[in-house]
């Protein structure tokens, strides 16, 4: 049964990197046609797609073009987790952040890890 | 981007009588080479993450009780919750998958007993 475990801290100061990791249990975070997405939901923006990363014979990337500028999604295959970076964090950047995992084939989320409420603030 | 719209914002109903969302997409979601309708339907209750419960519009996710039921194609289509039980009170989402990396999300139904 495969599972999603958040880490990462709850505050982070205006412009400073936002930093989550998202460990996996019962998958690879390396296998091919697995997306690892980040998706994060705040009540003035309802649920928001970030970026994702996926192995297909190399790593792949997509980003929200809202984000696109500031964030990093990184894979850790020897710790089978990945990551997320926001860079020059604002208020707006408050919310409840997701790491989940796609349907295979489909980008429906069928893994979804257990939410992370990040504040940013001074 | 694709702007998804769900209506109504929220509803009451009776126990054991039937919910209706409806989802809208501002440009069809529907793949023509394969048939394919790139919708997914998802329910949140207070604390927990989204639940998949549908995808490809109408395929139910393994687990999910089969009184949940999606339909449509293109740009309308429609979660139904038969015989609504105590435990499905919750936000539902739409969500279309057919742009990439640009998808997006209805901002929500609330589903409460009467």
């Known amino acids: 049964q495969v599972q999603l475990q958040q880490s990462g801290p709850g505050l982070v100061k205006p412009s400073q990197t936002l930093s989550l990791t998202c460990a996996i249990s019962?998958?690879?975070?390396?296998?091919?046609?697995?997306?690892w997405n980040w998706i994060r939901q705040s009540p003035s923006r309802g649920l928001e797609w970030l970026g994702r990363?996926?192995?297909?014979?190399?790593?792949?990337?997509d980003y929200a073009v809202s984000v696109k500028s500031r964030i990093s999604i990184s894979p850790d295959t020897s710790r089978n987790q990945f990551s997320l970076q926001l860079n020059s964090v604002t208020p707006e950047d408050t919310a409840v952040y997701y790491c989940?995992?796609?349907?295979?084939?489909?980008?429906?989320?069928?893994?979804w890890g257990q939410g992370t409420m990040v504040t940013v603030s001074s | 981007d694709i702007v998804m719209t769900q209506s109504p914002d929220s509803l009451a109903v009776s126990l054991g009588e039937r919910a209706t969302i409806n989802c809208k997409s501002s440009q069809s979601v529907l793949y023509n080479s394969n048939n394919q309708n790139y919708l997914a339907w998802y329910q949140q209750k207070p604390g927990q993450p989204p639940k998949l419960l549908i995808y490809w519009a109408s395929a139910r996710e393994s687990g999910v009780p089969d009184r949940f039921s999606g339909s449509g194609s293109g740009t309308d289509f429609t979660l139904t919750i038969s015989n609504l039980q105590a435990e499905d009170v919750a936000i539902y989402y739409c969500q279309q998958y057919y742009s990439t990396s640009t998808w997006t999300f209805g901002q929500g139904t609330k589903v409460e007993v009467k």
């Open positions: 989940a995992r796609e349907l295979t084939g489909s980008a429906a989320f069928g893994i």
């Open positions: 990363t996926y192995y297909k014979s190399k790593w792949y990337y």
């Open positions: 019962g998958d690879s975070v390396s296998r091919n046609r697995a997306a």
